[in-house]
């Protein structure tokens, strides 16, 4: 299989939407994730522009995270990358 595996850390932005589909639970929720770098110049870290996903979960594991993810919340996400171009 020739997925694209990544590994983003962040936060969760938006509260676990759970639902009960015909093929079994699922959860979404979107995940922020602000990059962070050292200005030289202020020697201080500087936060950068923040990228949102969306985090799809099923069965045991869109369970567990409607259970106990809220809004705020540090998770380490690994998954699949799945990229969707839409026109607004």
């Given at each position: 299989?020739?997925?694209?595996?990544?590994?983003?850390?962040?936060?969760?932005a938006?509260?676990?939407?759970?639902?009960?589909?015909?093929?079994?639970?699922?959860?979404?929720f979107?995940l922020?994730v602000?990059?962070?770098?050292?200005d030289?110049?202020?020697n201080?870290?500087?936060?950068g522009?923040?990228?949102?996903?969306?985090v799809w979960?099923?069965r045991?594991?869109?369970?567990?995270?409607?259970?106990?993810?809220?809004v705020?919340?540090?998770?380490?996400?690994?998954?699949?990358?799945?990229?969707?171009?839409?026109?607004?």
């Amino acid at each position: 299989m020739n997925d694209t595996i990544i590994s983003v850390v962040g936060n969760v932005a938006t509260q676990p939407v759970y639902r009960e589909v015909a093929t079994g639970p699922s959860a979404r929720f979107r995940l922020a994730v602000t990059a962070r770098y050292l200005d030289r110049e202020k020697n201080e870290w500087t936060d950068g522009h923040t990228n949102f996903f969306t985090v799809w979960a099923n069965r045991q594991l869109a369970t567990n995270a409607a259970a106990s993810l809220t809004v705020g919340d540090p998770v380490l996400v690994q998954g699949r990358l799945k990229v969707r171009s839409e026109v607004r």
